[in-house]
């Protein structure tokens, strides 16, 4: 079982920025994949970025050059620097944590979700 608790997320004008931050507790393997979901209301879960604990990053389309995910793996946490926000970057934005050993998902949990709202 592993644990994942979201914090850093509120109301923000539009063009301004945010960091959210997620630890992660529990049975932590030292190889996985973390990383940030949103979910707008009415909309499908989408990816927002992803990092290997190797350093490897992906980033959805329509955040590149203003989100940066980063993790510091001595304290198991994940964080999403959110800059030049925009109203459609509006979501509940979810931390993921993941293990593929082989393609085959053997652990992918997540955290219960901080909102992000931007907003003038």
């Known amino acids: 079982q592993v644990q994942l608790v979201e914090s850093g997320g509120g109301l923000v004008q539009p063009g301004g920025s945010l960091r959210l931050s997620c630890a992660a507790s529990g049975n932590i393997f030292s190889i996985n994949v973390m990383g940030w979901y949103r979910q707008a209301p009415g909309k499908e879960r989408e990816l927002v970025a992803t990092m290997t604990s190797g350093g490897s990053t992906n980033y959805a389309d329509s955040v590149k050059g203003r989100f940066t995910i980063s993790r510091d793996n001595a304290k198991n946490t994940v964080y999403l620097e959110m800059n030049s926000l925009k109203p459609e970057d509006t979501a509940v934005y979810y931390c ?23 907003s003038s």
């Open 96 to 118: 993921n944590y993941r293990r593929v050993v082989i393609n085959w998902v053997k652990d992918d949990y997540w955290g219960q979700g901080t909102q992000v709202t931007v």
